[in-house]
């Protein structure tokens, strides 16, 4: 068996390969680890995104922080993000998401924070995990009045609202917005707090059923908002992942803008305005090659980690920056959360669009989007970390190094979150890197097969 905690924390099919055992254990672990140097009886925070597992989920990793004496407060669906911060408000001492993601309904996950609203280190995973795999043994147990309990929290949606409206200063009167929510956990938050900001707000996907998240929706499937944009003649569309923690934006062209242009945007204004901590933004080896382009031209320090929004945490903290994230729309604005945050980062977006009274379409052209191929190759999960140990896939892999050495680059990478292997390819042909990505792509999934 592999690790358990993936670069976003435990993720697998609901009910089979995470189970209510699973998440009970990871209840027990978690609360024991996070909270085992407390004189106090510790409080866990508990929410979830819209998926019809959810529920289920949450009453058994409570039931685990329970059992090993710790109380839990559940606050329902909620973004990801609203979670990290209401960890924090609320003085608790962590917070559990349970979310899968932007991935299929009927995958879910587990994700930890600790009392001060970030995601955990690897070396509290792996200690969380090492308790699993021991099967508890060292684990207390309680018994009689040292058993937890479970309260229900009702306040905490207006609580994030509240936060999410006042943190960036804007007022949205006359701009008109195609809102996507992806029938996830940002149907209520982000659609109230635009609204109460002044913008007019054209909603869609905020009907969730349980098992209609992310369904040819949301910020990875964004055909429907670019076409509605365009349709209703609105000033902007914005695009949330299931768990809100990401966002993508669509110019009133109906061009998509993604994470990289929206730090560019961002990062160019806060830079004028002063507020841009050493000028410096933390990106991924993801990033487009236009991204660091830009940097160059404007003046920016670019700091590179690799893929995941918490390694691009560890060095904003690290270095004292105050903007970061990645090309897939996970933006940290670390002055107002401790996490990505799609609403906070639409509103900051929209900042700058009020403020300078420029359309989307121009304040994106801040950057040139190099032609850049990504496809995924499908392979067993417990695989993906392998796939350079076949020696077919890894000359084709060197073959194609050598082929765009000077004129692009090639990024193979196991996904952290899903039983796939990602091909990047950039180049000057889109046509030629696509062939060459979706041919490398077959061959891994192939041969690792």
Same mark, same amino acid.
């Given at each position: 068996?592999?690790?358990?905690?993936?670069?976003?924390? $435990?993720?697998?099919?609901?009910?089979?390969?995470?189970?209510?055992?699973?998440?009970?254990?990871?209840?027990?672990?978690?609360?024991?680890?996070?909270?085992?140097?407390?004189?106090?009886?510790?409080?866990?925070?508990?929410?979830?995104?819209?998926?019809?597992?959810?529920?289920? +989920?949450?009453?058994?990793?409570?039931?685990? &922080?329970?059992?090993?004496?710790?109380?839990?407060?559940?606050?329902?669906?909620?973004?990801?993000?609203?979670? *990290?911060?209401?960890?924090?408000?609320?003085? $608790?001492?962590?917070?559990?998401?349970?979310?899968?993601?932007?991935?299929?309904?009927?995958?879910?996950?587990?994700?930890?924070?600790?009392?001060?609203? #970030?995601?955990?280190?690897?070396?509290?995973?792996? %200690?969380?995990?090492?308790?699993?795999?021991?099967?508890?043994?060292? =684990?207390?147990?309680?018994?009689?009045?040292?058993?937890?309990?479970? %309260?229900?929290?009702?306040?905490?949606?207006?609580? #994030?609202?509240?936060?999410?409206?006042?943190?960036?200063? $804007?007022?949205?009167?006359?701009?008109?917005?195609?809102?996507?929510?992806?029938?996830? *956990? *940002?149907?209520?938050?982000?659609?109230?707090?635009?609204?109460?900001?002044?913008?007019?707000?054209?909603?869609?996907?905020?009907?969730?059923?349980?098992?209609?998240?992310?369904?040819?929706?949301?910020?990875?499937?964004?055909?429907?908002?670019?076409?509605?944009?365009? #349709? %209703?003649?609105?000033?902007?569309?914005?695009?949330?992942?299931?768990?809100?923690?990401?966002?993508?934006?669509?110019?009133?062209?109906?061009?998509?803008?993604?994470?990289?242009? &929206?730090?560019?945007?961002?990062?160019?204004?806060?830079?004028?305005?002063?507020?841009?901590?050493?000028?410096?933004?933390?990106? !991924?080896?993801?990033?487009?090659?236009?991204?660091?382009?830009?940097?160059?031209?404007?003046?920016?320090?670019?700091?590179?980690?690799?893929?995941?929004?918490?390694?691009?945490?560890?060095?904003?903290?690290?270095?004292?920056?105050?903007?970061?994230?990645?090309?897939?729309?996970?933006?940290?604005?670390?002055?107002?959360? !401790?996490?990505?945050?799609?609403?906070?980062?639409?509103?900051?977006?929209?900042?700058?669009?009020?403020?300078?009274?420029?359309?989307?379409?121009?304040?994106?052209?801040?950057?040139? =989007?190099?032609?850049?191929? +990504?496809?995924?190759?499908?392979?067993?999960?417990?695989?993906?970390?392998?796939?350079?140990?076949? !020696?077919? =896939?890894?000359?084709?892999? *060197?073959?194609?190094?050598?082929?765009?050495?000077?004129?692009?680059?090639?990024?193979?990478?196991?996904?952290?979150?899903?039983?796939?292997?990602?091909?990047?390819?950039?180049?000057?042909?889109?046509?030629?890197?696509?062939?060459?990505?979706?041919?490398?792509?077959? +061959?891994?999934?192939?041969?690792?097969?």
């Amino acid at each position: 068996m592999g690790r358990l905690f993936g670069t976003d924390g $435990v993720r697998g099919v609901a009910n089979s390969e995470l189970t209510p055992d699973l998440a009970m254990k990871l209840g027990q672990a978690g609360a024991f680890v996070l909270t085992k140097e407390n004189a106090h009886k510790p409080t866990i925070l508990v929410g979830c995104d819209t998926r019809i597992s959810g529920p289920m +989920l949450a009453n058994a990793i409570m039931a685990g &922080i329970c059992s090993v004496g710790a109380n839990a407060v559940y606050i329902g669906v909620l973004p990801t993000p609203a979670v *990290a911060y209401l960890t924090k408000k609320y003085k $608790v001492d962590a917070g559990v998401v349970i979310s899968a993601s932007h991935n299929p309904m009927e995958f879910n996950g587990i994700k930890f924070f600790n009392g001060e609203g #970030y995601k955990l280190p690897d070396e509290l995973e792996d %200690e969380i995990e090492e308790h699993i795999n021991n099967e508890m043994q060292d =684990v207390i147990m309680r018994i009689g009045s040292e058993v937890g309990q479970v %309260e229900y929290r009702l306040d905490a949606k207006e609580d #994030y609202i509240k936060f999410a409206s006042s943190t960036v200063k $804007v007022d949205l009167s006359g701009l008109k917005i195609v809102v996507d929510c992806a029938e996830g *956990a *940002a149907y209520e938050t982000a659609t109230q707090t635009l609204r109460k900001l002044g913008a007019d707000i054209i909603a869609i996907h905020v009907s969730p059923d349980g098992t209609n998240i992310n369904a040819n929706c949301g910020s990875t499937h964004m055909e429907e908002l670019m076409a509605r944009v365009v #349709y %209703e003649k609105a000033n902007l569309g914005l695009a949330f992942d299931g768990d809100a923690d990401r966002m993508h934006a669509v110019d009133e062209l109906g061009h998509i803008v993604d994470g990289d242009q &929206i730090m560019a945007i961002c990062g160019c204004y806060m830079k004028e305005k002063g507020r841009l901590k050493k000028n410096t933004i933390v990106a !991924t080896v993801m990033s487009n090659l236009g991204f660091f382009l830009m940097g160059k031209e404007k003046g920016l320090t670019l700091e590179q980690t690799k893929v995941g929004d918490r390694y691009v945490l560890e060095r904003m903290r690290e270095i004292g920056a105050n903007l970061g994230g990645e090309q897939s729309g996970h933006l940290i604005f670390l002055d107002e959360n !401790t996490t990505g945050d799609g609403l906070l980062s639409a509103l900051h977006l929209l900042e700058v669009m009020a403020d300078t009274k420029k359309p989307l379409s121009e304040l994106a052209s801040i950057m040139e =989007v190099l032609p850049q191929a +990504l496809v995924n190759a499908k392979v067993p999960n417990h695989k993906k970390e392998t796939y350079m140990e076949y !020696t077919e =896939v890894a000359e084709a892999i *060197a073959e194609l190094e050598r082929k765009f050495d000077g004129e692009g680059r090639v990024l193979i990478r196991p996904s952290g979150t899903e039983p796939l292997v990602r091909v990047m390819i950039e180049g000057k042909d889109r046509t030629v890197i696509q062939e060459e990505a979706e041919r490398l792509a077959k +061959l891994i999934t192939k041969t690792v097969l």
